[in-house]
């Protein structure tokens, strides 16, 4: 989550950030945080216990 946060924070306002995790819980946390601090989950895909999870910018 953390990590995330920082890679969002490099970004401009409107890009997308592709998270890779493992971690069953990370599409909860992400989501939680985008709603507070006013980011958008655009999409979460599971494969395999692989969770590619998409963040806007905003």
Known sequence: ???T???V???QK??????LT???VAPQN???W????GNELLAV???????????RKS
């Open 1 to 3: 989550m953390i990590r």
């Open 5 to 7: 946060k920082q890679q």
């Open 9 to 11: 924070d490099k970004l």
């Open 14 to 19: 409107g890009m997308v950030l592709k998270v």
């Open 22 to 24: 493992s971690d069953p």
């Open 30 to 32: 992400i989501d939680a």
């Open 34 to 37: 985008a709603k507070r601090s």
């Open 45 to 55: 895909e599971a494969n395999d216990g692989i969770y590619n999870i998409f963040v």
